[in-house]
């Protein structure tokens, strides 16, 4: 299993991204995919839990 982030990334402006799970199985379309409220920058799963996923997605600051 392959989890790949994606996300579009522009200065002051949020777009959403998705989580898409790979395998080597059928390589030609993801196994399932996640929405999320804006791009992912990494992914990476959990040595002692393997199901769990762990990630970061940017914020943005605002000077008010």
């Known amino acids: 299993m392959l989890a790949v982030g994606y996300g579009q990334f522009e200065f ?15 390589p030609r379309y993801p196994h399932a995919m ?7 920058l990494t992914l990476d799963f959990a040595i002692a839990s393997p199901s769990l996923l762990a990630g970061e997605v940017p914020f943005l600051l605002e000077n008010k």
């Open 34 to 40: 996640i929405t999320t409220k804006s791009g992912v």
């Open 12 to 26: 002051g402006i949020q777009k959403r991204g998705m989580i898409a799970f790979w395998s080597l199985k059928n």
